[in-house]
């Protein structure tokens, strides 16, 4: 999927998010161009840097979402950070590496996930050897003795071949068996205060070496040793090495970082006081975003073509704000517009994940079918946009404060409903929520 068109990436941003047609062209172009460098020769490659952005937006309007569905659509790694949440180096919390060892840990599980595939076939054999074996364990005699020769042999292979029936055809799931499985070594001493991502790379893989994990027996039932049996096989057919090695390289050609509320460390001019450690993280995010190599637990890691999407609201302060280094490092910007009333009609029911859709499913699965009349959404939109105007607007995340609220009495008696049919039109909208829309008081506890 990384070989995608620009107007390919945009329709498939199209089936989940409305509106905001310029940043799904800039996020499109942005991920196109990566492709294109990856077919340039090795000598002009090197110089292309990533088209890193700042989308600019009030909360609720799809700057998160569209970083995250683009990530999927490519298959590339992708962490969602918080810029208020690092510190200045030589300051008490996480400093900003922290997100490229994430971005590194989010690479091994996704090359870890297609690597199972390819032994999934010999993965699955094993797994049903080993099950086997726990379901028809040998006697002492044989034990000692060896295996049986003969008539006992045949015997044997015909049980085995009996209990391989069974456990295919699913008659065997609830049997109880005993698997080894590996423990969880617990923190000492400093270790239990610290989180794995305060602990230096290189301590944490000498720590890993001296105390290795602790095994266990554990009795369980098929369904679930069958899980615990298949990730014991999978993890010696694969190479953890090659795991390492191509999760390095896509990280650092296809990683992307999502870096929230960028705003709240622009600094005005005229401000004073704790202002300055926000300055301090600013310069600790100058050299990640231009390219460096960060030290992970699994060796060096470079930065220079990860692909870093920054977003913030800017409503106290301007991009400018931005000390001027960091600005020239982030040299698109794309202002989001705000959701209006026919946008959220538009998100209520177009997406293929639009919030009608989600509640009609999750009632489905207890036997109510809920029908959404065609005058339904456009009263939840009127009801949602209001609130936002009258109180906080938080964008399209206002449709979700609604509609659970329109849908708290049918999931409540869901239960009792079992095997009926209810319709939600303009007029249950209104019953439901009219009253606390009216009351702006109640509608900020509320809604």
């Given at each position: ?309 920054t977003a913030g609201a800017f409503h ?50 207890e036997g109510v079918l809920v029908e ?73 506890y509320i809604l």
């Amino acid at each position: 999927m990384d070989d995608l068109t620009p107007q390919q990436t945009v329709e498939a941003l199209d089936r989940y998010i409305i509106g905001q047609s310029a940043a799904k062209r800039a996020a499109a172009v942005a991920i196109r161009t990566r492709w294109r460098r990856r077919q340039l020769p090795e000598d002009i490659r090197n110089e292309v840097t990533p088209a890193n952005m700042i989308l600019i937006g009030p909360t609720g309007v799809g700057k998160t979402e569209i970083a995250r569905r683009l990530a999927s659509l490519v298959n590339a790694p992708f962490v969602k950070v918080e810029a208020t949440k690092y510190t200045e180096v030589g300051y008490h919390g996480r400093d900003v590496e922290t997100m490229v060892r994430d971005l590194v840990e989010v690479a091994i599980r996704i090359v870890h996930d297609e690597q199972t595939e390819v032994v999934r076939e010999e993965a699955d054999r094993l797994t049903e050897e080993r099950l086997l074996d726990s379901l028809l364990p040998s006697a002492p005699s044989e034990i000692e003795s060896g295996p049986p020769q003969g008539e006992a042999s045949e015997r044997r292979h015909r049980s085995r071949e009996k209990l391989r029936a069974q456990l295919r055809a699913g008659e065997l799931e609830d049997r109880v068996v005993e698997v080894t499985v590996q423990g969880r070594q617990a923190p000492v001493g400093i270790m239990a205060t610290m989180g794995v991502d305060q602990v230096d790379p290189d301590v944490q893989s000498f720590l890993e070496r001296i105390m290795p994990s602790p095994t266990k027996a554990r009795s369980l039932p098929v369904r679930a040793a069958r899980t615990v049996l298949f990730d014991q096989q999978c993890d010696r057919l694969i190479d953890r090495d090659k795991v390492i090695e191509l999760a390095i390289q896509r990280t650092e050609e296809s990683g992307i970082i999502f870096i929230d509320e960028l705003d709240k460390l622009a600094t005005p001019v005229q401000s004073h006081g704790p202002d300055v450690s926000r300055q301090g993280v600013q310069r600790d995010l100058l050299p990640i975003i231009e390219g460096c190599a960060v030290g992970t637990r699994y060796g060096p890691v470079k930065t220079d073509h990860v692909l870093f999407i920054t977003a913030g609201a800017f409503h106290a302060s301007k991009p400018s704000d931005l000390m001027p280094e960091l600005q020239g490092r982030l040299p698109i910007r794309v202002s989001l517009e705000e959701l209006t009333r026919d946008d959220f009609i538009r998100i209520l029911t177009e997406p293929q994940n639009a919030l009608t859709r989600q509640h009609v499913a999750l009632l489905a699965t207890e036997g109510v079918l809920v029908e959404f009349t065609p005058d339904a959404a456009p009263a939840l939109a009127d009801l949602a946009f209001k609130i936002n105007q009258t109180t906080d607007n938080i964008g399209a995340r206002r449709l979700m404060t609604v509609m659970e609220k329109l849908m708290e009495e049918i999931s409540f008696n869901a239960a009792d409903l079992k095997g009926q049919t209810v319709r939600i039109d303009a007029a249950y909208v209104h019953k439901r929520l009219e009253g606390i829309v009216q009351d702006t008081d109640l509608s900020r506890y509320i809604l």
